[in-house]
């Protein structure tokens, strides 16, 4: 009878299981030689729950099941071991158990089996997309780092055009150039955000640290942003809170990674204010935090959009959200974050949006703020 049991119990089992198979088998052999070789009364069968939970974890469903049930008849069939008579009411009650402790146990180890099963295809999943993300940020911060090459290749070459190097142009081929090196310097600066996020993300933001003032920095970059706002009949304004007159927020900061958070900020409201309104770049300092608030008087922001608006790539649906690549507003958070500061939006009543950041203050204004 035990070597006719592999061929139909295990046609599954792969050949590193065999021997699993067989001491399972042996172990039952000796539990089974205890149980007929003593009274009836002497209960044996619980020690088939350690062949049980070993046919669960190393053997397939099948076999554990039908170990269960060998395991079972033979604790029933115990009862008439030892040339005796157990169909005495302890006796019958204390093989019920037992043979209940079996079923139970057979079935837990099955529901455990599977939970170890699940969690183990779960994990492989994880891990193979967490290796396919990584193919795919390696893919793209190489693409947009040979990318940039050719880019600045493009934009040197068309502005020697433009300035005639090569000839002279006439006023409407001067008007082309212009669009085309805009465009081409417009593909650029999204190329390195696309490089920095990635870069970020990886390496960590690599920040040169020094006494700043952000309200020098807000100034430098608007003026930068004038022609921009200009074309666009928006007007920029600064407040710098309680107070009518200029003042300083000092804080421990990269004046370039702060720049381009004001470019960003600024950037985003002036593309997302109608014609003829308003951004107002509100600077109010204090004790522990300094802040900045761009406001603008857009199309505002709806509160589902709210807790995604720092996400990557995420571009909303609203006609506020329609442009850009969603980089911007990721990078100005990683930069925030790196600072040690924090980064939040608000709808603003009837319209318009308010980007909110605060950093750290400088403990000790530097001699120049006097």
Wanted: a positive charge; glycine letters at 8%; aromatic letters at 10%.
């Amino acid at each position: 009878m035990l070597k006719a049991l592999p061929r139909s119990w295990t046609r599954k089992l792969k050949a590193p299981q065999w021997g699993v198979f067989w001491t399972i088998v042996g172990l039952f052999v000796a539990i089974a030689l205890l149980e007929f070789s003593t009274p009836p009364n002497y209960v044996f069968g619980y020690l088939y729950i350690g062949p049980i939970l070993l046919a669960s974890s190393r053997l397939n469903q099948s076999a554990t099941v039908k170990f269960t049930l060998v395991a079972v008849i033979l604790t029933i069939v115990a009862l008439w071991g030892f040339g005796g008579n157990g169909l005495e009411a302890p006796t019958i009650a204390s093989r019920a158990i037992a043979v209940l402790a079996l079923g139970v146990t057979g079935f837990l180890s099955d529901r455990n089996r599977k939970y170890l099963d699940a969690i183990a295809q779960q994990q492989a999943k994880l891990e193979a997309g967490e290796k396919l993300s990584r193919l795919r940020e390696d893919f793209a911060s190489t693409l947009t780092h040979d990318l940039k090459t050719p880019l600045l290749g493009a934009i040197e070459t068309l502005k020697a055009f433009e300035q005639e190097h090569f000839g002279g142009i006439l006023p409407a081929q001067r008007k082309v150039l212009a669009t085309i090196i805009r465009s081409h310097q417009t593909s650029l600066q999204l190329v390195e955000t696309l490089l920095d996020v990635y870069r970020n993300d990886t390496e960590g933001l690599q920040l040169q640290l020094a006494p700043v003032d952000l309200v020098t920095i807000a100034e430098e970059v608007a003026a930068t942003l004038f022609n921009l706002a200009k074309s666009r009949r928006v007007h920029l304004s600064f407040n710098y809170g309680d107070s009518e007159f200029r003042k300083y927020l000092w804080v421990n900061g990269d004046g370039f990674q702060l720049g381009r958070v004001f470019a960003n900020l600024l950037t985003n409201a002036i593309n997302h204010t109608p014609r003829g309104g308003k951004v107002e770049i509100v600077l109010e300092p204090g004790v522990s935090y300094q802040v900045a608030k761009i406001i603008d008087t857009g199309a505002g922001i709806t509160a589902d959009q709210l807790p995604h608006l720092f996400e990557r790539f995420y571009q909303g649906e609203s006609d506020r959200a329609a442009t850009g690549s969603g980089l911007g507003l990721y990078l100005t958070r990683q930069i925030i974050a790196a600072h040690g500061g924090t980064i939040w939006a608000e709808s603003r009543s009837p319209n318009g949006a308010i980007f909110c950041f605060r950093l750290p203050a400088f403990p000790i204004q530097p001699h120049s703020s006097k």
